[in-house]
């Protein structure tokens, strides 16, 4: 049982390039999220996912596309990427939405340059 | 929308001595979760609140849920140099996503 696990957990970029983060976990879970997490702003919602096939707006959606082709697996796109999305990225998921808890994966930290 | 606070943002404490985090909410909540990120790792949960008034303990903590659903608190009697990271509250109420709290870092000095 691996839980939740991301792909790749370091990159770096330069402004103006793309690219897909991998969350995937074996749990069965329904929902998927992606955060961002900056210093001193805690855990941001960028996207979350209720079911496979559908995707849903979080609090900083600005930037980033999301597919959940699979129920076990939520992608994270940069089309074109920012200095201002320099972040570590984490991906969470849980059995429904509420009064359960969430499993975080080990992060992806992101430098964009 | 939703916004969930947490003071303060930093606890600097010598091994031994107390520590307390303390969260608000804008709105009543449904339920209060805890969650632990060490140092270079992820959140982890720690514990949930549901009731009004509920008050749970594990080992050295002890976690608060007030009576209005709007507030809680993690107290950790006699710290160590295990305690050391950053505590994140985060709640919901109906058909939403949770929401965090900026987190609290506790450095402890032995």
């Known amino acids: 049982n691996a839980g939740v696990t991301q792909t790749p957990k370091f990159r770096v970029l330069k402004t103006g390039q793309s690219m897909t983060l991998l969350c995937a976990q074996d749990m069965n879970h329904e929902y998927m999220y992606w955060y961002r997490q900056d210093p001193g702003m805690g855990l941001r919602l960028i996207h979350y996912s209720v079911g496979e096939g559908t995707t849903a707006k979080g609090e900083v959606p600005d930037g980033y596309n999301v597919s959940r082709l699979k129920k076990q697996n939520f992608l994270l796109g940069l089309e074109s990427a920012a200095p201002s999305q320099t972040s570590v990225y984490f991906c969470?998921?849980?059995?429904?939405?509420?009064?359960?808890?969430?499993?975080f994966g080990p992060g992806t930290r992101l430098l964009v340059l | 929308g939703q916004q969930v606070m947490q003071i303060p943002q930093y606890q600097h404490v010598q091994e031994g001595e107390d520590f307390t985090t303390y969260c608000n909410s804008s709105?009543?909540?449904?339920?209060i979760q805890w969650y632990k990120q060490r140092p270079g790792g992820h959140p982890v949960f720690l514990i949930q609140l549901v009731k009004s008034g509920e008050v749970k303990k594990q080992k050295r903590l002890t976690f608060q849920f007030g009576e209005a659903k709007k507030n809680s608190s993690l107290h950790i009697t006699a710290t160590q140099t295990t305690d050391v990271g950053t505590y994140f509250c985060?709640?919901?109420?109906?058909?939403?996503?949770?929401?965090f709290g900026k987190g609290t870092r506790l450095s402890v000095i032995a």
């Open positions: 969470a998921s849980s059995y429904r939405l509420e009064r359960v808890t969430q499993y």
């Open positions: 985060a709640g919901n109420s109906g058909n939403t996503p949770l929401v």
């Open positions: 709105t009543t909540l449904s339920n």
